[in-house]
């Protein structure tokens, strides 16, 4: 991969942005826990690419070659960002997580830049 996947990504040696991300998410997920027991937490993601003008669902990439489309909107009252027509995957700890980042990254286009 380019220098910006190890960063983000992280090698065998060190992890990268994202997989440390991931980690003080469940950290924090379990601190929540410890001090509200009873209280339940969901957690789903999405992997979206940006590419020129097309958006991508990485998850569902069968869905993305029949052309189906993935819309990033405004939310109404205060949502913040919407995306509609992306697959989301429940996720229950860090390994599932990394799980889906793995598959997404499989069907990520990659093309040369040219100088």
Do not use: H, W
């Amino acid at each position: 991969g380019t220098s910006t996947d190890c960063l983000v990504e992280g090698d065998e040696e060190q992890m990268g942005v994202i997989p440390r991300a991931m980690e003080e998410i469940f950290q924090i997920i379990e601190e929540k826990k410890e001090s509200n027991p009873g209280a339940e937490f969901y957690l789903r993601v999405q992997f979206l690419e940006v590419y020129g003008e097309d958006i991508r669902d990485l998850l569902d990439p069968a869905g993305s070659a029949e052309g189906k489309t993935v819309i990033i909107r405004e939310g109404r009252n205060g949502e913040g960002v919407v995306v509609d027509g992306a697959r989301e995957e429940s996720v229950k700890s860090t390994q599932d997580m990394l799980g889906a980042l793995e598959r997404g990254a499989l069907c990520r286009t990659t093309g040369s830049t040219q100088m």
